[in-house]
């Protein structure tokens, strides 16, 4: 298994460019689902989850191409032939995002089976959301052996209220709707901008969407989508952590290539903390020369703090004077990096949803475990400040969701390998299909 070996102390100077957003390029991949024609996607970044996506569409018969460097990281995806309309459990349980083929794979085929995700290392991640949507489009869903099956002639036009806001939840049951008869109105949906992206790639393959961007999604069904050409949006939680790595490390960064629009509630928390950052068109600079100061957060949906960011703004807070809560909103059990932090010397108090943080505390170097793809980044983020060498087991969590994040970090300044005896992973996953 691979691991990080990181000695803390550098500032990060320079510039990095943003990849493109995984939490969009899975919604959009699947939508491929929806037609027999080519859908082909820019921008689609370099990581393990992608590979895994497209294993889960090869699998059900589809053709999948994806290529990086001089391919440009597109991939072309063409799902004439579906011959298995199953997720399967080896591929859910690595990869959560997997059950969003549910939604396009019962508006296109009538029918689908995928495995029931269960747990995971942030809590409970049910999906009865899906479920219920889907049976207000007409679906039957039944579940069985830890699968669900969902069938239905066509999925028909039906009102949607989600208990909750969730982000795969909109993006499944719009990708059913997009073929349903007649028209759907879906409230209390997510505001995400990855789900906006989606909405956007669905309109461009002909499907009928007002109110992008708000939480009332009215959709009227088409009987049938084409194939299309997208541009996949910047990670905004890529571009985030790079911003707290430059403020932390009393850096000066350019982070090139993001939407600053995206990332609001995160640049505002940062100028509570002190932190100077600049605008300029897809462009962020940020200059760490201030001393940090604590601040509040509170995660939220968007636009609100990021959930995908707290545990970069723990890392943050553990340098920041003064005393910083922290306050976990989405998911129940989101703070197993705050022990590896303490660990390293971090002062941090776990009191149910809330962390409290006392800063700055000096870290130190040690071993520390990824327990999560989130969490693995907040840990690279204080073992780039700690004293001494540290090591972090279990980084195939960061390969999920972060490109080449040591290469990006060593073109900056920050003094980090990767020790193991796996194959470089761009060898893993540049190839074809
Ligand atoms: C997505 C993101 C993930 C991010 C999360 C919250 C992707 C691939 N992943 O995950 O990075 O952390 O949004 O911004 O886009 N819930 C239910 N029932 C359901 C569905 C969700 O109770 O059927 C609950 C969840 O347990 C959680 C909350 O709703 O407490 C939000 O989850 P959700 O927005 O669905 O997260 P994901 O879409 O899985």
Redesign the pocket.
Known sequence: MDKFVIRGGNPLVGTVRISGAK?SA?PCMAAALLTDETVTLENIPDVRDIETERKLLVAMGAEVELGYGRAHHRTTINCRKLDRAEATYDLVKTM??STLVLGPLVARTGAARVSLPGGCAI????????IKGLEKLGAVVTQEHGYIEAKADRLKGGHILFD??????TEDLLMAAVLGDGETVMENC?R?P?VADLANLLIKMGAKIEGVGTSTLKIHGVAKLHGAKHRIIPDRIEAGTFLIAAAMTGGDLIISGCDPQHLGALVQKLNECGVKVKQNGDSIRVMGDNPLTAADVSTE?YPGF???MQAQFMALATQADGTSVITEN???NRFMHAQEMVRMGANIKIEGRRAIVRGKTQLSAAAVLASDLRASASLVLAALVADGETIIDRVYHIDRGYERIEEKLRGVGAQIRRIGEMLPRKAQTAQPA
């Open positions: 939490n899975l959560r995002a809590g409970a991640r049910p999906i009865d959301l899906h909750k806001i969730t982000v795969t939840g997510a995400e990855e949906e990021p959930t995908d989405i998911f129940e």
